[in-house]
């Protein structure tokens, strides 16, 4: 039954979004609460697989008992298993704040379409975390792309269509890379199982040196794109900032994160770290990440419209990661998966708090937050927590993270990242401080300083304050995760 668990769980996300249809439009409670129980049912299974890997160690599941060289193996661990785990929870989370919202600007007869895109969404990013191997790797990042740039373009408005196009030329285009370079390698090893495509690259790694190093860089290239790692992020404010509220939390907590992982099995388990590092792609990632951590700062400072800065936010915050991951150490790793955690869980808070904001006010604009706490305490109080946790205050999530990548740092005898994070931190500060002295601090009512408790939905405010809660456990109380990150990177290493 337990190494049945991924398929179960894939098989419930497409029945879920093939029963969606049956619903007609006025029943949309009932398709939420089915839905809901959906997801509630594939979390508790993922417990039990997530309690099962760790105690009795990882394995594989061939459909149809097929040896693996045929490529429909799937591969469950603590990296597959507990970030399937992570991001479903969070899932759950902003799923609750998505019944509420309405689907912010979605008409209504499309309420039904969204929802089986999201479950479509989770087939494709379940899937990718799950999937043994390289070319159905490529099957599930397209599933995920067109549904994607189908939730982006779900408003049906103009700037909708045009992040919409952006997106998907580009992600086609980074599709068509990783796709090469996979054909590259199977060209040089006749497989695309990940296991016997690494054990081929490590045995016939002289022999075949052109051909491995060019799909690597076309492989990097087309994760990079997806990811929206610097300089590859054109396509990622318009999209992330046009959808609808709880789509943008999932683009960009857990979606762009994906990629990230993506590309940690492509470096540690499928060339191995000394190759990488034998051609200084490792340096590259480095220069990448520092650049993006400013740059991504640098184009948030001059937005005006909050969901795009966080939309620019996003680029910064994937800088760190990708920094973490070219140290190639235990501490890198492990402060790279643990700001995939933090950031996922900042940012969902920010944009639904956003979300509640535009709910309640209808306005997005950072000079419309002047006094928004008088009016929003809770939302804004959370917003707050995550905002300081982005800067990297102390008692934050987001404060773990940034020490533990600078200790990172100077165990690769790489002190001089220290500045370059401590920079980063500042120039977040500039965007993110701006919009807690307005909310907290001014008024757009002279002598309108009393609390009141918002006007949303119940079922809006609680996700926001869960992920708040999160933000700070996780900042208060963060080995026992730390640890299980730990196990992660060393068995990577």
Do not use: C
């Amino acid at each position: 039954m337990i190494i049945q668990i991924p398929v179960i769980s894939l098989v419930f996300f497409l029945l879920m979004a093939l029963i969606v249809p049956l619903f007609k439009r006025r029943n949309f409670a009932v398709t939420t609460t089915l839905g809901l129980i959906v997801l509630l049912i594939v979390w508790v299974l993922t417990v039990v697989l997530v309690r099962d890997v760790y105690l009795n160690g990882p394995f594989t599941y061939a459909f149809g008992n097929h040896e693996s060289f045929i490529g429909l193996e799937l591969l469950v661990n603590l990296f597959s298993a507990g970030f399937a785990l992570f991001m479903l929870s969070l899932i759950i989370i902003i799923y609750v704040y998505s019944t509420s919202d309405a689907t912010e600007g979605i008409a209504e007869k499309e309420y039904g379409r969204y929802y089986i895109l999201l479950f479509i969404l989770l087939f494709a990013m379940f899937g990718i975390l799950y999937t043994n191997d390289l070319f159905n790797t490529y099957v599930f990042m397209e599933i995920l792309s067109i549904t994607t740039v189908s939730i982006i373009s779900i408003k049906r408005k103009k700037e909708n269509y045009t992040a919409s196009f952006r997106y998907v030329m580009l992600n086609e285009v980074g599709s068509l890379s990783y796709l090469f370079g996979v054909a590259l390698l199977f060209m040089v090893t006749g497989h695309t199982n990940i296991d016997l495509v690494a054990a081929s690259i490590q045995s016939s790694f002289d022999d075949y040196t052109a051909n491995i190093v060019t799909a690597l860089g076309f492989m990097l290239t087309g994760i990079g794109i997806k990811a929206a790692i610097f300089p590859f992020h054109i396509w990622l404010p318009d999209a992330h900032s046009t959808a609808p509220t709880s789509s943008s939390a999932i683009l960009s907590g857990l979606v762009v994160k994906l990629y990230i992982l993506i590309m940690i099995k492509m470096l540690f388990r499928l060339f191995g770290f000394d190759i990488v590092s034998a051609m200084n792609i490792h340096i590259v990632l480095m220069m990448i990440g520092a650049f993006g951590m400013i740059m991504g700062s640098v184009f948030a400072i001059g937005q005006t419209d909050v969901k795009r800065m966080l939309g620019y936010s996003s680029i910064a915050q994937v800088g760190y990661i990708v920094l973490g991951i070219s140290l190639g150490t235990v501490l890198g790793l492990q402060a790279a998966f643990f700001h995939v955690l933090s950031h996922g869980l900042m940012k969902a808070a920010l944009f639904l708090s956003v979300g509640a904001v535009i709910y309640h006010k209808g306005v997005r604009k950072v000079k419309d937050f002047n006094g928004m706490a008088s009016e929003m305490p809770v939302v804004m109080t959370v917003f707050g927590l995550a905002a300081l946790g982005m800067i990297g205050i102390p008692l934050t999530s987001g404060f773990i993270s940034k020490l533990n990548l600078g200790l990172a740092s100077l165990d690769a005898n790489q002190g001089y990242l220290i500045i370059i994070i401590i920079v980063s931190g500042l120039l977040n500060a500039l965007y993110y401080l701006p919009i807690l002295i307005a909310a907290f601090l001014k008024s757009n009512k002279p002598g309108d300083l009393g609390l009141k408790v918002e006007p949303i939905p119940r079922l809006m405010m609680v996700p926001i304050v869960v992920l708040g809660l999160l933000i700070v456990y996780f900042g208060l109380f963060p080995n026992m995760i730390l640890s299980w990150f730990e196990e992660i990177a060393v068995v990577l290493l």
